[in-house]
């Protein structure tokens, strides 16, 4: 179980660096950047290098930005703020060892110059890598003394001291699951989620959230999981956040 704990750990890195090597196969095949007039050989080892390379250096650079709270539940802000983070880093080590694979413009090119391709390829890969490893918005319960979450002042009087079991988007509209019926409410999800923060639960597909509390049972087929909620509700789990639950002891 030790080693399955640890392989989880670095499973992301280990994905990033895999998909650092298809992009750098891809830049070297389509010869990006200029690069096309260079041997293959040359060309195929450059790429290679300076994306696998620069994968290892993003991984020390983004480390503290992906632990920033402000940043967690934004992720185009987190997008935004972590790929000039990691591009200068990595411009440093590109602008060190293109002169080993090439002579003439690209081996005297100032890291000024460097930074801006390093920059559109660290976009792109930072995009990428934050789809591959979306983790689920999870909510907390709440801190002893401190006051009830503020989503349940939304709930239409007939639910008022309910339990809240899910929170299911219909269109514009979320219907509220609760231990004493359901009903819709105008609002978006994510705001929704913003503010069942004092109730422990998580975002489990795009358009559920499910306390935790009321979790019975998880049923799978054809890949997928569907929680089995108070009430027999069911709501299923995207395999966006599926692995991610699991690895919180969901199911």
Not at 28 to 46: E, L, N
Not at 142 to 166: D, H, N, S, T
Not at 222 to 227: H, I, N, Q, V
Not at 237 to 251: D, F
């Amino acid at each position: 179980m030790g080693i399955g704990v640890r392989f989880e750990q670095i499973r992301p890195w280990l994905q990033g660096l895999a998909v650092a090597a298809l992009a750098g196969l891809f830049l070297a095949a389509v010869g990006a950047f200029g690069s096309d007039g260079a041997p293959a050989p040359i060309r195929y080892g450059y790429w290679l290098t300076t994306m696998v390379g620069g994968a290892m250096i993003a991984g020390v650079a983004a480390w503290p930005i992906s632990r920033m709270k402000s940043l967690e539940r934004r992720p185009w802000l987190m997008w935004a703020v972590m790929s000039p983070a990691i591009a200068a880093p990595i411009t440093v080590f590109v602008w060190l060892v293109t002169p080993l694979f090439f002579d003439g413009v690209w081996a005297g090119g100032t890291l000024l110059a460097f930074f801006p391709p390093v920059l559109i390829i660290c976009a792109a890969m930072t995009g990428i890598n934050l789809l591959l490893h979306r983790q689920p918005v999870e909510t907390h319960a709440a801190a002893p003394g401190g006051g009830p979450a503020p989503f349940l002042e939304r709930l239409p009087l007939k639910l008022k001291g309910a339990q809240v079991i899910a929170v299911q988007a219909e269109d514009h509209y979320l219907r509220i699951h609760t231990d004493r019926g359901s009903d819709l409410i105008l609002m978006r999800l994510a705001d929704a989620v913003r503010e069942l923060e004092g109730i422990e639960g998580a975002q489990v597909h795009r358009s559920w959230w499910a306390a935790r509390s009321a979790v019975r049972d998880v049923r799978r087929g054809d890949g997928r999981a569907t929680l089995i909620l108070d009430g027999g509700l069911e709501a299923p789990v995207s395999r966006t956040y599926a692995r991610a639950l699991r690895a919180e002891g969901w199911y």
